[in-house]
């Protein structure tokens, strides 16, 4: 595979005396002990989410891969598509319209797990989806590279990161699976474990971002068409992962999951293949991109969640006003309870989209209301 660069020496085997830019010389032992820190972080965050994994669902979602296979199609069908458009319909410079491919094509990331939590989506799915897009991306990462660059006239060798894809997979599989253990084993210390681990997670990733945007800051490049593009290629994602979930029949809160985990791009694997497949000169004028992405795809999933909590708090109020003007035809009347508002946002969620094939009707119809929701018709 080849990349379109004006000369030979701009592959790595060629430029080894090269030096970095300014903004992105790291001290070796500062470089390692950020590495360390945010390897050690990322095992406990997920294993924080994986405390919200129950067994039976996610072997459901193994059985019937539906809600997978569906995510799939968006990270490696509609991701590298949509790159590809971009790239082209904005006449990008070369380097840069393979930096904007490179990241429509690679996996799913961690905080796609975080914001579909905080959106009540379905942890089960989106942590299968994280897990199987990486390694699907050991075969679509070349493959989508191949295919959208045959008309480019490439040169240059890209780099896949088969190195990275491993340790992401390491550090997504082994906590999550101490977590499903955890789950199993000692439900309700679990429910304390993803909360904290949640919200914690949120806020040093936040930091984490915003924290490499400054350490960065020489290496941003003012390009506003590059900058334009990074700010709606993930909204973009989000958008067509959630329409093509809701023409597949999917739960609302696999839609959320699937919407999340299609505009959100693994950022640090981006990052990885530039810098393994070009020289310091061009990585000025690409390293922009993923920088600018990582940081509107956080902005994204904040104002993602704050629409869905003024969303909910909707429902929930909806629901006490109704309460509120039956409770006097009503023989028992009762106050609502968290657990009430819970199931009615649920019931009025699974009555909007019909049940994909993946969901099999549990117990009673999504149709009926819970039983312990006073009814006053």
């Given at each position: 595979m080849r990349a379109n660069c004006s000369s030979s020496s701009a592959c790595p085997a060629n430029s080894s005396e090269e030096e970095l830019p300014v903004g992105l010389q790291v001290p070796g032992n500062l470089e390692l002990v950020f590495t360390?820190?945010?390897?050690?972080?990322?095992?406990?965050?997920?294993?924080?989410?994986?405390?919200?994994?129950?067994?039976?669902?996610?072997?459901?979602?193994?059985?019937?891969?539906?809600?997978?296979?569906?995510?799939?199609?968006?990270?490696?069908?509609?991701?590298?598509?949509?790159a590809y458009l971009l790239a082209t319909s904005f006449s990008l410079k070369p380097v840069q319209a393979i930096a904007v491919l490179i990241m429509g094509c690679c996996p799913g990331g961690t905080i796609s797990n975080i914001f579909t939590f905080w959106v009540d989506g379905d942890m089960d799915l989106s942590i299968s989806m994280t897990t199987c897009s990486t390694v699907a991306a050991l075969g679509m990462m070349p493959l989508c590279l191949y295919l959208y660059t045959l008309s480019w006239n490439l040169e240059e060798t890209l780099t896949l990161p088969y190195q990275n894809i491993g340790i992401s997979l390491v550090c997504l599989t082994i906590p999550v699976a101490f977590g499903v253990y955890v789950n199993h084993r000692f439900p309700?210390?679990?429910?304390?474990?993803?909360?904290?681990?949640?919200?914690?997670?949120?806020?040093?990733?936040?930091?984490i971002?915003?924290?490499?945007?400054?350490?960065?800051?020489?290496?941003?490049?003012?390009?506003?068409?590059?900058?334009?593009?990074s700010f709606i290629f993930p909204l973009i994602g989000h958008v067509m992962g959630f329409l093509l979930a809701f023409l597949t029949h999917q739960s609302w809160p696999r839609c959320r999951t699937i919407s999340l985990e299609t505009g959100a791009q693994n950022i640090q694997m981006c990052f990885t293949m530039l810098q393994l497949s070009f020289s310091a000169k061009q990585l000025v004028q690409m390293l922009s991109f993923p920088l600018?992405?990582?940081?509107?795809?956080?902005?994204?999933?904040?104002?993602?969640?704050?629409?869905?909590?003024?969303?909910?708090?909707?429902?929930?109020?909806?629901?006490r006003r109704r309460n509120s003007g039956c409770a006097e035809g009503c023989h028992n009347k009762k106050s609502t309870s968290p657990?009430?508002?819970?199931?009615?946002?649920?019931?009025?969620?699974?009555?909007?989209?019909?049940?994909?094939?993946?969901?099999?009707?549990?117990?009673?119809?999504?149709?009926?209301?819970?039983?312990?929701?006073s009814s006053c018709a």
């Open positions: 360390v820190m945010s390897a050690v972080m990322m095992g406990l965050l997920m294993f924080s989410l994986g405390c919200s994994v129950e067994l039976q669902k996610l072997w459901s979602h193994i059985r019937r891969p539906w809600g997978i296979a569906v995510g799939l199609l968006c990270q490696f069908g509609l991701m590298p598509l949509t309700k210390q679990s429910k304390i474990i993803l909360k904290i681990g949640a919200t914690v997670g949120g806020v040093l990733l936040t930091v971002a915003v924290a490499g945007v400054i350490l960065a800051k020489e290496s941003w490049n003012p390009d506003i068409t590059l900058l334009t593009i600018a992405y990582g940081l509107f795809q956080m902005v994204n999933g904040i104002l993602i969640i704050a629409a869905y909590k003024i969303y909910k708090r909707i429902l929930k109020n909806k629901h657990k009430e508002t819970r199931a009615f946002l649920e019931m009025n969620e699974e009555v909007a989209v019909p049940r994909g094939p993946s969901e099999p009707m549990v117990g009673h119809s999504a149709l009926e209301p819970p039983s312990h929701i």
